[in-house]
């Protein structure tokens, strides 16, 4: 399985950014999505996660009213719409899949795949 994160950048505080994933070599609407995100010096974290089958996603308490997931099962692409961005919301953002079922959806060691990262730079 192979994910492309895209949609990263510079931006001021308050504004806004659309990260995309595309997914390849499995079937998209048999893996469940997640994105993380990782600052200099600390550890990965999740930001969002959503199911196989698309819908509501579960949110980190720190993104959650600002950011939205969505997978689109059509077009094999996951997103995160980031709005009212912070100066902490800087970071490498990681898209990530699953096919694993029951599992801790919010635990960066339940998915097994992972795009290469996309940088997120909110300025004050």
């Known amino acids: 399985v192979q994910l492309q994160a895209s949609g990263g950048g510079l931006v001021q505080a308050g504004g806004s950014l659309r990260l995309s994933c595309v997914v390849s070599g499995r079937a998209f609407s048999r893996v469940a999505m997640g994105w993380f995100r990782q600052a200099p010096g600390k550890a990965r974290e999740f930001v969002a996660r959503i199911p196989r089958r698309g819908g509501s996603g579960t949110y980190a308490d720190s993104v959650k009213d600002r950011f939205t997931i969505t997978k689109d099962n059509v077009k094999n692409k996951l997103d995160l719409q980031m709005n009212s961005l912070k100066p902490e919301d800087t970071a490498n953002y990681y898209c990530?899949?699953?096919?694993?079922?029951?599992?801790?959806?919010?635990?960066?060691?339940?998915?097994?795949?992972w795009g290469q990262g996309t940088l997120v730079t909110v300025s004050s």
């Open positions: 990530a899949a699953t096919e694993r079922l029951y599992v801790d959806f919010t635990d960066k060691d339940s998915y097994d795949y």
